[in-house]
């Protein structure tokens, strides 16, 4: 089986479908993605499709809703986690500064501030709320 995003037209992940290998033809990736896209338009309607792996052996994460599809890196992306952060050639999201190489805390992005915010490790107990 194989697995297809359905992209809106900002290339935004709405929906992934199914597709039996009885579907997917033979032969080589796009062979297999053109066949998989026809049976996905024929099931579900026009649209864009692409293909996804849930071992994310290509094409960066496995495809979910509201993931975006990159057709510059053919990858699919996680949200831009903050303003600032920018896309590097792998389909990750870097932050304008590293984060600090502590292992004795959390680190926690600022956006406003721009920097690391260094919280202990574990967090207090009192932090936590119980009901």
Same mark, same amino acid.
């Given at each position: !089986? ?10 935004? @992940? +709405?929906? @992934?479908?199914? @597709? ?6 033979? #032969?080589?990736?796009?062979? *297999? ?23 994310? *052996?290509?094409? #960066? ?6 993931? !975006? ?16 952060? +920018? ?11 590293? !984060? ?18 260094? @919280? ?12």
């Amino acid at each position: !089986m194989a697995y297809f995003a359905r992209l809106d037209d900002n290339n935004i @992940v +709405t929906g @992934v479908f199914i @597709v039996g290998d009885e579907h997917c033809g033979g #032969g080589n990736f796009l062979a *297999r993605e053109q066949a998989g896209m026809a049976r996905c338009i024929e099931e579900n309607g026009p649209g864009t499709y692409k293909i996804t792996c849930k071992q994310n *052996r290509f094409r #960066g994460h496995f495809a979910g809703i509201g993931l !975006m599809y990159d057709e510059n890196l053919d990858r699919f992306i996680v949200p831009q986690p903050f303003a600032s952060w +920018t896309l590097n050639e792998q389909g990750s999201w870097n932050p304008p500064i590293d !984060m600090p190489n502590d292992a004795t805390k959390r680190h926690i992005w600022n956006e406003d501030t721009q920097e690391w915010i260094s @919280v202990p490790w574990p967090l207090h107990p009192d932090l936590f709320m119980f009901g």
